[in-house]
C-alpha cells in the first residue's frame, strides 16, 4: 500500500533537515534513513512499572506502627504499617474466652443427666402408685427441656466461633498488608497521623519485570506473537548491551491515526533500571556487530556539540 502523500512530503522533509544539520554540523555524509521493514523497526518507547498501586485501609484511624520506609523492597503479605486497634484487640480476647469457655455445655450436660435420673426414678414410684400421672408428665417435661437447652447451648458455642472469626477479620482491617512483591516508592503518612478509609497512605510499585507499552507499527505487528522475544535498548544500560524481554500482549485493535498497535512487552529488571526511562524497542535479534544505535546516539552528541560552538 502506497503512503499518503502528505506523509511521503514529511519524510522527505524530515531527511532533508537531518543532512542540512550534518552538513552544518561539519559532518562528511549524513547517516541514512532506517527504511520500513517488517522484521525490524526500532520503536522508541517509555519503561513503566508493571504494577503502580496506591495503597489504603479500609478504615478511618491513627496510624500506630510504620513498620517499612520509602524505597524498601517488601515481600507480598508483609506488614506496612497498622492503626491503634488496642480496643478491637480486647474485643477479640474476649471473644476467645467465650469461644474456648465450655462451662456452659458442661452445666446443661449435668443438668440434663439429672433431670433423666429425676425422672426414671418418678416412672419407678409411679408403677409402685408413689407418683402421680400429673408429677410423671412434668418430670418427662423437664427431661426434655434440659436437653433443648443443652443444644442450645451447643449453638451458642459455634455462634461463638463465628463471632470470634467476625471480630479477628475486622482486627485485621487495622493492618496494611503488601498485596504482591514490590518497592515502596513513595510514604504518604506517618506515625501518629490520622487517616480516612480509602484515603491512599503509600505507594507501592513492582519493577520487576518492567513493562514497556510500544506503538509499533501496524505492519510490524502481524509477525510477532504473545511469547516471542524482543529487545530493548537504553542508554543508561548502553545501546549495544540490549535486555531481552517477552511480548506479553498485542492490542487487538490499531489506532488508524497514527497506523500503529500497542504492544505490550515484560522485561527482567535485575539491573534496576527505573521506570520512566526511554528505551528504543526492536524484534529482530541483534547481532555482535550491531551497533547502529550507539552510532545514532554520538552522532547526534556530535551534532549538539558543534553547534553549540558555533553559537
Known amino acids: 500500500m502506497t503512503p499518503p502523500i502528505h506523509s511521503r512530503l ?54 500506630l506502627t510504620v513498620h517499612v520506609k520509602k524505597g524498601d523492597l517488601v515481600k507480598a503479605q508483609d506488614v506496612i504499617m497498622e492503626l491503634d486497634h488496642r480496643e478491637q484487640s480486647a474485643r477479640v480476647e474476649i471473644r476467645e474466652m467465650q469461644a474456648d469457655s465450655d462451662l456452659a455445655i458442661k452445666q446443661a450436660e449435668l443438668q440434663f443427666e439429672l433431670e433423666k435420673i429425676r425422672f426414671e426414678n418418678i416412672a419407678d414410684l409411679r408403677k409402685k402408685g408413689g407418683a402421680s400421672e400429673f408429677e410423671f408428665q412434668t418430670a418427662q417435661a423437664q427431661v426434655n427441656v434440659a436437653e433443648l437447652n443443652l443444644e442450645a447451648e451447643k449453638q451458642r458455642s459455634e455462634q461463638a466461633a463465628l463471632l470470634l472469626k467476625q471480630e479477628k477479620a475486622t482486627l485485621d482491617r487495622f493492618f496494611l498488608y503488601a498485596p504482591v512483591d514490590g518497592v515502596l516508592d513513595a ?24 513493562k514497556v507499552d510500544a506503538a509499533v507499527p501496524t505492519e510490524a505487528t502481524l509477525g510477532p506473537k504473545p511469547g516471542d522475544p524482543a529487545w530493548i535498548h537504553s542508554k543508561l544500560r548502553g545501546f549495544g548491551n540490549p535486555l531481552r524481554g517477552k511480548v506479553e500482549r498485542i492490542a487487538v485493535k490499531a489506532d488508524a491515526a497514527s497506523a500503529t498497535r500497542l504492544v505490550e512487552i515484560h522485561i527482567p529488571n535485575r539491573v534496576g533500571l527505573p521506570p520512566g526511562d526511554h528505551v528504543v524497542v526492536t524484534f529482530a535479534e541483534p547481532t555482535d556487530n550491531d551497533n547502529s544505535h550507539v552510532g545514532q546516539t554520538r552522532d547526534l552528541e556530535n551534532i549538539h556539540e558543534r553547534l553549540s560552538k558555533t553559537d
Open 10 to 63: 514529511l519524510h522527505g522533509l524530515f531527511v532533508a533537515a537531518m543532512a542540512f544539520l550534518y552538513v552544518g554540523a561539519g559532518l562528511q555524509t549524513p547517516p541514512a534513513v532506517a527504511q520500513s521493514d517488517s522484521s525490524r523497526h526500532d520503536i522508541d518507547a517509555v519503561t513503566t512499572a508493571l504494577v503502580d498501586l496506591r495503597l489504603a485501609f479500609t478504615i478511618p484511624g491513627k496510624v
Open 187 to 210: 510514604m504518604i503518612v506517618h506515625e501518629g497521623e490520622t487517616v480516612n478509609e480509602l484515603e491512599p497512605v503509600v505507594n507501592l510499585v513492582v519493577t520487576d519485570p518492567l
